[in-house]
């Protein structure tokens, strides 16, 4: 079974956060920290706000936050690109009868917008919300949960994600792990490098040469 991430390893959309982030603190005089990016780029949106909320000293409520980050968001998922190479290894991996699906921390709304414009819902049975759960992809729980959804052994599941914080929890619950490189992570190349059972560039790496 093959579980993929979406934000920053199927399409180009970390970037989209990287500028919420910058204009959401902008408006209140605030610098974009690297204490500030760590705090927020590894989980999902409700603990990101509370995590805003309480570093930047914030007086409205979480839910306000998050209603205008989705506001900065806007409709940029409906024109996301996607990541080269995504689309021809995802038919080259159904060609081959392996079953997909998708693991994210994305808001729903975003990953259903963004999987539907690329004509990507129809390589995956099924879309895990960490979202819905409650839970960071840190924890090795969402990555037992995605594989009980399946129905497989989370020994049988090979994730790919540009996190490194997602891909220990993946390993923490027995899972071979692809780590996929995305800029919004760059500084965790090398980090990913010895971790990982397999770090790509790109998705063109995995591709037979008859599909490049």
């Not at 204490?35 to 007086?59: D, N, Q, R, W």
């Not at 759960?133 to 969402?142: F, R, S, T, Y």
């Not at 049988?156 to 692809?178: E, H, L, N, Q």
């Not at 992570?185 to 397999?198: I, L, N, P, S």
Request: proline share 4%; aromatic share 12%.
């Amino acid at each position: 079974m093959f579980l993929f991430d979406m934000d920053g390893t199927l399409i180009e959309s970390n970037r989209i956060w990287k500028d919420v982030d910058r204009e959401f603190l902008a408006r209140r005089g605030l610098p974009y920290t690297h204490a500030y990016y760590e705090g927020v780029s590894h989980t999902i949106m409700p603990k990101a706000a509370v995590f805003t909320k309480e570093y930047c000293h914030l007086s409205e409520p979480v839910d306000e936050i998050i209603a205008e980050w989705m506001a900065l968001a806007g409709n940029l998922y409906e024109h996301v690109p996607i990541k080269p190479g995504v689309r021809a290894y995802l038919r080259q991996c159904k060609a081959e009868g392996r079953r997909m699906a998708v693991v994210t921390s994305s808001v729903p709304a975003h990953c259903r917008t963004a999987l539907g414009h690329l004509e990507l819902e129809k390589y995956f049975e099924r879309i895990v919300f960490a979202h819905d759960l409650g839970l960071e992809k840190q924890n090795p729980a969402i990555w037992l949960y995605a594989a009980k959804e399946c129905g497989v052994r989370s020994a049988d599941c090979t994730i790919f994600d540009d996190s490194i914080a997602a891909c220990k929890g993946a390993r923490a619950a027995k899972m071979r792990v692809v780590g996929v490189y995305d800029s919004y992570f760059a500084a965790d190349e090398a980090e990913m490098r010895g971790f990982c059972d397999v770090y790509i560039k790109s998705f063109e790496e995995l591709l037979y040469p008859l599909n490049k």
